[in-house]
């Protein structure tokens, strides 16, 4: 358990600039992005238990706190998927390597404002 | 310095041998590159053109049981199977990467393959078993 924490702690504060919160943040939202995916096949389950029961759970997602955490599901989903792509990219051609840092700035100009519109939608009924 | 970059924060370098860790190397890239379609894709689509408020039990009627009731239900057969797998898979490379005692190891990736394999066949049986409730309100049509 120390292990793990020692080597989860060097993983967090080693200073790598822009490749490490790229790493840091791949993770984390892979990780969130998943526990929310156990719990969405447990919530689409629940259709086979009739209309009443399923209505009733899925107003847990209008709830003003899930509506914050639905905001950072897209920012995970997104930013998983596109700083995959960076990765996938490098992978297969690694002459692009040197623009690494540079297409990790490219994915954020892509996944922030996504984030935002899409946050958008998913907020405002809070405000109405 | 060698083309083949082995630096975690650029990305995990491909494993030799051909063996399963091999395989699971290119599935991620794989299933990562369909999942960068369809799942941001349904995303978008549930979140920005139908919106959370408004899904309920008619949108999942309407989606598996409508005319186009087949596509979709592939589709999230897809997503289901796509996303977990490279989900799970890279809960054991997190794993790896931190738990090292082989004892914890083993018993945690085990614990962790028993949700994957539950909540695929959970997702599967839901996606398959569904039909659509009879229309109470036929008659009163006439």
């Known amino acids: 358990m120390g292990q793990a924490i020692a080597s989860l702690w060097k993983g967090i504060t080693y200073r790598g600039r822009e490749g490490h919160y790229a790493f840091i943040l791949h993770r984390a939202a892979g990780l969130?992005?998943?526990l929310f995916l156990v719990?969405?096949?447990?919530?689409?389950?629940?259709?086979?238990?009739?209309e009443d029961v399923f209505n009733e759970f899925l107003q847990l997602y209008t709830h003003p706190v899930a509506r914050v955490l639905e905001v950072g599901l897209i920012f995970g989903v997104v930013y998983h998927a596109f700083n995959g792509l960076r990765i996938i990219i490098i992978d297969f051609w690694p002459r692009t390597t040197v623009y690494?840092?540079?297409m990790w700035w490219l994915v954020m100009a892509i996944t922030l404002p996504i984030t935002a519109i899409a946050g958008y939608f998913t907020l405002a009924p809070l405000f109405h | 310095m060698n083309t083949r970059i082995n630096h975690r924060t650029l990305s995990r370098a491909k494993p030799d041998g051909g063996g399963f860790e091999t395989f699971s190397w290119y599935f991620?890239?794989?299933?990562?590159?369909?999942?960068?379609?369809i799942a941001v894709f349904h995303l978008l689509l549930m979140?920005?053109?139908i919106?959370?408020?408004?899904?309920?039990f008619n949108?999942?009627?309407t989606r598996w049981t409508?005319?186009?009731g087949a596509f979709w239900r592939l589709y999230d057969l897809a997503l289901l199977v796509f996303a977990l797998t490279h989900g799970f898979n890279g809960l054991r490379w997190v794993i790896d990467d931190y738990i090292h005692r082989p004892g914890w190891n083993a018993l945690i990736k085990g614990v962790a393959l028993l949700l994957a394999v539950v909540v695929i066949l959970m997702g599967a049986y839901t996606i398959f078993s569904f039909r659509a409730p009879a229309p109470s309100f036929a008659f009163s049509l006439r």
């Open chain 2, 66 to 68: 409508g005319p186009w």
């Open chain 2, 59 to 61: 949108t999942v009627v």
């Open chain 1, 100 to 102: 690494a840092r540079q």
């Open chain 2, 51 to 56: 919106r959370v408020e408004n899904i309920d």
């Open chain 1, 32 to 34: 969130g992005v998943l």
């Open chain 2, 28 to 37: 991620m890239r794989v299933s990562g590159a369909l999942l960068l379609l």
């Open chain 1, 39 to 50: 719990l969405h096949v447990f919530d689409i389950f629940l259709v086979t238990l009739g």
């Open chain 2, 47 to 49: 979140h920005v053109y």
